[in-house]
């Protein structure tokens, strides 16, 4: 009976990880590189906003290695 029980506490455990790694590896970069696409190519300006366009950059260029990181490391 306890045997049972480990293995399906392990394919509970297994699944859940499996599920952690799926939405950091596939969904969570597809999902932040919609959101900045978006977001840097809007054209509206306020009256009263300043916009840093280096950071913008730099943070893009971030996201964007993580994710052509994220989609090599699921081809091999």
Do not use: A
């Not at 840097?40 to 993580?66: A, C, P, R």
């Amino acid at each position: 009976m306890k045997d049972s029980y480990y293995i399906y506490e392990f394919f509970i455990r297994l699944l859940k990880c499996f599920c952690i790694i799926m939405f950091f590896g596939l969904l969570l970069p597809e999902l932040l590189d919609y959101i900045l696409f978006n977001y840097i190519n809007k054209k509206i300006v306020y009256e009263n906003s300043i916009l840093v366009n280096n950071m913008i950059n730099k943070n893009k260029l971030f996201i964007l290695n993580y994710y052509l990181i994220v989609k090599q490391f699921i081809k091999i």
